[in-house]
């Protein structure tokens, strides 16, 4: 503020010097104006009263008098002497104002004479005297400045012109007036918008205040309406999520046996979570599960009929969320029980699942709980129920393969189910009752879309092929058969392609309570001629039920898991031991399925009791750096 208030003394006392300076130099050019304008008419008027006295002469005197005449004539001659020296110009200007029509001829009564005297008696002997005729004539007088010097030095660089824009210049009483203006403007602003912001707040209130209460009969229709309990779902589900957090907010840090206690879980197997909701999975069993590979937190499970609730719908597929753990994420409905569900690997709205009445049923997350696109139950399809799905193909060119024991294995457009584009029909002349083929399940080796191996009723593995190829024709193979089990083959699955050089093994499981592992032929081979049996690597019998599913570990080249009848989940690590699993823990009720999660590191596991059971393998699925030789070394064994 002090600096501000100096620089204001200053521009103060520069403008009062200013006006001293513009003063001064008025009053100067006024007296220099006057001073000339004085002396200049006094010159004129003497020259002119003096001439025309020499003309004119004194008409007081008398006319004979020669005294008076030769005086006169004198003081003339003597006058236009002194006249002619002081200004000719102006004794000949005036000289033609009266009326000589020639400058050089000379006047009357002047005319030069040796003798002026007797000049001036003759002149006057000769006739009367001619009186001149004056004019008025007006002059204007040019004040022209004088030329002002200009002078630089240090401080100032140009001519000082501030006193020809000093009348431009606001006065300081002129500023404050306008500053007090601006400052009175913005003042009513902000008091009109404060009133303003009063004005809407008070509105505000009186409508809070005026809210009407709603009767029991509008808000029981509200409660019941369709759009509430969507809108309530879905908060809810949002806040659930949210305040899911599995985390020990009493654990020591300064313990060390908090450290050897997490060591220790990250070596066994343990349960993670139960999903199960009475709505959804009561008096109900889970038939199949699968993981989504686009959102790991989701697994699907697939359930058949109730027969304690004949009007609730005959299947349903639930899609669970790891961090929503006390009812599903989506309910889906159908009009049969579903024994197969998955999830379309390129696209991850769409769940596809297969029906005990032989449709194949299209849901979208986006839509509501009833299937978006289902098959008709027409002969174009399938008949039987569906127990194999699998999605191959890529992202542009993808199809979905279903099979079922009617012996049809068909391909569908997933966008189209009205009719499949492909039907291949499977029948075996070689057995006893009929020549269909009864497919229990199937699966495709890694990078492999146009043949597969499918798992039959009577135990018997085959390689199918959807086109013809040198050698061998389209549809099954009855001359290389995988027969080894002496029961139903429940589950079919090819090793993953974590490991390129294991990706034709695939393993088997059966109701006779057994596993084997085998090495799959090479599709490009030619199929024999001469039926063959084709002999597994290995048969692990350490069951006490029926096993119901086996799947490889999609990270660990040498790690599986598979279910029983008993509720155990057994965790095999073929590098250790072939004949026992590594882990195992039981859950008390029959175990129908399992699926891995991409990253390998749960297990997602179906029970007949409708509960999904999800386990944490911790580090027993982390490869080393040495297991890929180990495994093909305990592989090498195997087939010698």
Request: aromatic share 8%; with cysteine.
């Amino acid at each position: 503020m002090d600096h501000r208030r100096e620089e204001l003394e200053k521009k103060r006392a520069k403008l009062a010097e200013l006006r001293r300076q513009r003063e001064e130099r008025k009053r100067a050019a006024v007296q220099a104006r006057e001073q000339q304008t004085t002396a200049g008419g006094k010159m004129d008027s003497q020259d002119i009263n003096d001439l025309v006295n020499s003309l004119v002469g004194d008409r007081a005197r008398s006319p004979s008098g020669q005294l008076g005449l030769a005086g006169t004539a004198r003081q003339s001659r003597e006058t236009l002497v002194e006249g002619r020296d002081r200004s000719i110009s102006t004794a000949t200007s005036i000289g033609t104002q009266i009326g000589s029509p020639d400058p050089g001829a000379a006047t009357p009564g002047l005319v030069a004479s040796p003798n002026p005297a007797a000049a001036a008696v003759g002149g006057m002997a000769a006739g009367p005297r001619i009186l001149p005729d004056f004019k008025a004539s007006s002059m204007v007088i040019f004040d022209f400045p004088p030329k002002e010097k200009i002078v630089y030095n240090k401080e100032m660089q140009t001519a000082d012109n501030s006193w020809e824009t000093d009348e431009k210049l606001l006065s300081e009483e002129e500023i404050e007036r306008r500053v007090q203006e601006i400052r009175e403007a913005d003042e009513k602003a902000r008091a009109a918008k404060e009133e303003e912001h009063a004005k809407r707040e008070a509105e505000a209130r009186s409508r809070e205040a005026e809210i009407k209460r709603l009767t029991d009969e509008q808000r029981s229709n509200i409660l019941e309406s369709s759009e509430f309990a969507t809108f309530m779902g879905q908060r809810s589900r949002v806040m659930e999520r949210a305040l899911d957090e599995d985390y020990d907010f009493m654990v020591d840090y300064t313990l060390a046996s908090v450290a050897e206690a997490d060591e220790a879980d990250g070596e066994r197997l343990k349960l993670a979570m139960t999903f199960h909701d009475d709505k959804v999975s009561r008096n109900r069993s889970v038939m199949d599960v699968t993981w989504s590979n686009r959102f790991p937190e989701l697994v699907a499970a697939a359930y058949n009929r109730n027969p304690m609730a004949p009007n609730e719908p005959d299947g349903i597929v639930a899609v669970w969320n790891t961090h929503l753990r006390e009812r599903p994420e989506f309910v889906f409905n159908a009009p049969s029980d579903v024994l197969r569900v998955s999830f379309s690997d390129f696209n991850p709205h769409i769940v596809v699942g297969g029906a005990y009445s032989g449709q194949i049923l299209l849901w979208d997350t986006r839509a509501k709980a009833l299937p978006v696109l289902k098959t008709p139950l027409t002969a174009n399809g399938h008949t039987h129920p569906v127990y194999a799905l699998k999605v191959v193909g890529s992202t542009n060119a993808h199809q979905l393969i279903s099979a079922s024991t009617d012996g049809l294995v068909c391909s569908w457009q997933l966008d189209m189910l009205a009719q499949p584009q492909e039907v291949i029909e499977l029948t075996h002349p070689a057995h006893l009752r009929t020549d269909e083929v009864s497919v229990t399940c199937l699966d495709f080796a890694d990078n492999e879309t146009t043949a597969f191996v499918v798992g039959t009723a009577e135990g018997v593995a085959y390689q199918v092929n959807r086109y013809d190829r040198a050698g061998c024709k389209s549809g099954l193979n009855g001359f290389d058969a995988y027969r080894a089990h002496a029961a139903p083959i429940n589950s079919l699955n090819f090793h993953p392609p974590a490991a390129s050089d294991f990706t034709d093994l695939f393993l088997t499981t059966s109701s006779d309570w057994t596993m084997r592992l085998w090495r799959a032929r090479t599709a490009a081979k030619p199929a024999s001629t001469v039926p063959a049996d084709v002999k597994p690597l290995h048969v692990f019998d350490a069951f006490d039920d029926y096993v119901y599913d086996a799947r490889w570990s999609p990270v660990h080249p040498s790690v599986f898991a598979s279910v029983d009848g008993t509720g155990r989940l057994a965790l095999w690590n073929l590098n250790q031991d072939i004949e026992l699993p590594a882990q195992s823990v039981t859950s008390g009720r029959a175990l129908n399925k399992l699926a891995w999660d991409r990253p390998g590191r749960r297990i997602a596991a179906g029970g007949a009791d409708g509960s999904v059971y999800i386990y944490d393998v911790g580090d027993l699925s982390t490869p080393r750096p040495d297991d890929h030789t180990k495994f093909t070394r305990v592989v090498a064994e195997l087939a010698n």
